[in-house]
């Protein structure tokens, strides 16, 4: 069955670097989702992506994350300068079209120190 | 591979008919909690359920939660067809969250 992947399983990284979060989603989906969650606190949606550009974004979207779908396979969540408050696991899900189930990945776990 | 399974994949109700959704789950947990899928948005938080808590009530959606047999519910009561969306149920351990593969209700007007 396919299934969405995500790399690393854990980032750890200093505060104030640059990371770049891996998901690849499965092959036919054409939307792409990014969301995160601190431990203990619900899950928060960050930005759905399609045809290249992004959709639809939340407040906490804001000028230090960007996403990009480099080549034909990998979506991509970039922070930059990260703060201790960005340590929180990252999902990315992808659907085939905007109502479908989306389906999840395994999660980023970063950590910033 | 994701450890919440929900089942059934997918639910066809009649409007004013009352949905259940399952999710069982394979290791111990801290809280499990029920989310509802929208469109572009993405998922919105409906119910948190801690692991020393049995159930839950918020409006029309009841969960429960059984630890010995690492399941839990979802009830949503005199449905609508507003109701239809994907729902999915999220465990979280000591320093992990999993996702089920989530079920889709459909409410017929």
């Known amino acids: 069955e396919p299934e969405v992947t995500q790399t690393p399983s854990h980032q750890v990284t200093q505060m104030g670097q640059e990371v770049i979060l891996r998901c690849v989603p499965i092959?036919?989906?054409?939307?792409f989702y990014w969301y995160r969650q601190i431990l203990g606190q619900k899950v928060e949606f960050l930005v759905s992506?399609?045809?290249?550009?992004?959709?639809?974004k939340s407040e906490i979207f804001d000028d230090q994350f960007s996403v990009e779908r480099p080549d034909g396979s990998n979506f991509t969540l970039k922070i930059r300068s990260t703060k201790l408050e960005d340590s929180a696991m990252y999902f990315c899900a992808s659907s085939e079209a905007w109502t479908d189930t989306q389906y999840f990945g395994p999660g980023t776990r970063l950590t910033v120190l | 591979s994701q450890q919440g399974e929900e089942d059934p994949q997918a639910l066809s109700i009649q409007e004013g008919e009352n949905a259940t959704m399952n999710c069982s789950y394979k290791?111990?947990?801290?809280?499990l909690q029920w989310y509802r899928q929208n469109s572009g948005r993405g998922l919105v938080h409906l119910i948190l359920?801690?692991?020393?808590?049995r159930e839950k009530h918020s409006g029309r959606l009841r969960v429960t939660l059984d630890t010995s047999k690492k399941s839990s519910s979802l009830l949503i009561t005199a449905s609508r067809a507003a109701d239809t969306a994907s729902y999915f149920c999220a465990t979280e351990s000591i320093n992990d969250m999993r996702f089920g593969a989530g079920t889709r209700l459909t409410v017929k007007p």
């Open positions: 992506f399609y045809n290249n550009e992004i959709s639809e």
């Open positions: 359920i801690r692991s020393n808590e």
């Open positions: 290791t111990s947990i801290n809280n």
């Open positions: 092959s036919n989906h054409l939307y």
